[in-house]
């Protein structure tokens, strides 16, 4: 089992950074890979970022590619999602999510999710 708790989220203007962060309980985090999926009203949920195990393997979406960068510190059982040059349309709630899948993009293939954080973009 294991439990996820975002934070990190916030309203800022267009071009500035956010990092957000995963925190996770359990003691099988290196076990699990990592993603990162965002919702904005009336979309479907869609994959941002994961990072395998090992943190040796990153995927990220088109939208995002360049701009933001996922990374894991297995000792303190927590992933972060650095966002730069952020835009109105990085606008969502952002969730992170536990697979023990290698790094799948399907949010479907996800076994645990946190509450989600809230990111706001103005321009």
């Known amino acids: 089992q294991v439990q996820l708790v975002e934070s990190g989220g916030g309203l800022v203007q267009a071009g500035d950074s956010l990092r957000l962060s995963c925190a996770a309980s359990g003691r099988t985090f290196s076990s699990y890979a990592m993603g990162w999926f965002r919702q904005s009203p009336g979309k479907e949920r869609e994959f941002v970022a994961v990072?395998?195990?090992?943190?040796?393997?990153?995927y990220y979406a088109d939208s995002v590619k360049g701009r933001f960068t996922i990374s894991r510190d297995n000792a303190k059982k927590t992933v972060y999602l650095q966002m730069n040059s952020l835009k109105p349309e990085d606008t969502a709630v952002y969730y992170c999510a536990a697979t023990t899948g290698w790094a799948p993009r399907l949010a479907h293939e996800y076994d645990y999710w946190g509450q989600g954080t809230q990111v706001t973009v103005s321009s």
């Open positions: 990072i395998s195990w090992s943190g040796s393997i990153t």
